[in-house]
């Protein structure tokens, strides 16, 4: 079984640029052109969020347009630039809703169960899990009790030492989050975006994988008093193939190399 995962591609519409400097919305078709060539084609995509930066309806039609072209099944929750009714509203055929209304998504239809997480906040950058989608997740896996699994999110559930990113990271849940995946035991992978850089972790015995970005990427500092800031590093996504018996292996890709 072979999942891409995408993550930060903070598309915006009509040529604008981010900080004056990236054309994300390039960034985007540049990536679906690497996805299009891949000689294996994936079983699934992963969104880990961040899929517009303004969260318009434009951003995310562009983007379900484009990934619908593709032909291969989308699975996405949101990051912390992303608002869910419009996302809703433009990609209901890629994201799944709680009776609280969020963006979590369940996909059991594979044979790796797919868990979607929202960690939103809408107007604030970090994250959280509340016991709403706590509850969902200890519920979902439960379902999912006898067999292998894959979490994916936006924010990362562990510490970076990216100490300015760290700050707007995943803050509250994360405990829970480890126990319950703890208790399942068969939670193969947690992958998640938020960070702009290629980072691995661990999570409840899971191992955690966070996506560059598929468009710009954030520079590696490890300096407490240092803010974050963008590099010129090209844009990247992850392909993690999956085998019974072997657990997840994954790979970061450079989107012109693909």
Known sequence: MLLAQISDS?????????ADRFDTG???DRLMDSLARQPVR???ILFSGDLGEDATAEEYAHVGARLRDLGIPVRAVPG???ARAPMWAELPDMLGRTAA???CVYDDSLPLAIIGLDTLVEGAPHGVLCSDRLGWLEDRLQACADRPALIFMHHPPITTGLRDMDSMGLLSGREDLARLIAAHGQVQAILCGHM????????GGAPVRVSPSASHQIAFDLRADQPYRFTGEPAQYMMHLWQPGDGLVSHTVPVAAA
């Open 101 to 103: 209304g969020h963006l």
């Open 42 to 44: 994936p079983d699934l």
């Open 80 to 82: 912390n630039h992303d």
């Open 26 to 28: 390039a960034a985007f």
């Open 10 to 18: 903070h598309v915006l519409t009509g040529g604008r640029l981010l």
């Open 196 to 203: 702009h850089r290629a980072i691995q972790g661990e999570c």
